[in-house]
């Protein structure tokens, strides 16, 4: 089992920077691949980035390539989204997510364990 706890979201100018974490439970944190989704008002909730278990492979939506960098602590079990040069389309709820059998990392329906999200708003 585990929990997880977004934190870092708020208002943000257009261009502007926010970094996100995520707090983990659990003693297996560290065997998870971990991934952050995002849900804008009336959109479905969207893949943004993932990364594998020893950090060795991240991947990213084509949407946040070049200015997004997902990272993670296991020795803290803490996922971070540092977040660059923010448009007005990134604002969304930024979700943070556990892969138990880290497989189909881009794909929402295949992670088991979810934090309850953090807005994130940019103004333009």
């Known amino acids: 089992q585990v929990q997880l706890v977004e934190s870092g979201g708020g208002l943000v100018q257009a261009g502007g920077s926010l970094r996100l974490s995520c707090a983990a439970s659990?003693?297996?944190?560290?065997?998870?691949?971990m991934g952050w989704f995002r849900q804008a008002p009336g959109k479905e909730r969207e893949f943004v980035t993932a990364?594998?278990?020893?950090?060795?492979?991240?991947y990213y939506a084509d949407s946040v390539k070049g200015r997004f960098t997902i990272s993670r602590d296991n020795a803290k079990n803490m996922v971070y989204l540092q977040m660059n040069s923010l448009k007005p389309e990134d604002a969304a709820v930024y979700y943070c997510?556990?892969?138990?059998?880290?497989?189909?990392?881009?794909?929402?329906?295949?992670?088991?364990?979810w934090g309850q999200g953090t807005q994130v708003t940019v103004s333009s």
């Open positions: 997510a556990a892969n138990r059998y880290r497989i189909n990392l881009l794909t929402a329906a295949y992670y088991d364990y």
């Open positions: 990364i594998n278990w020893s950090a060795g492979s991240t």
């Open positions: 659990g003693r297996t944190f560290s065997s998870y691949a």
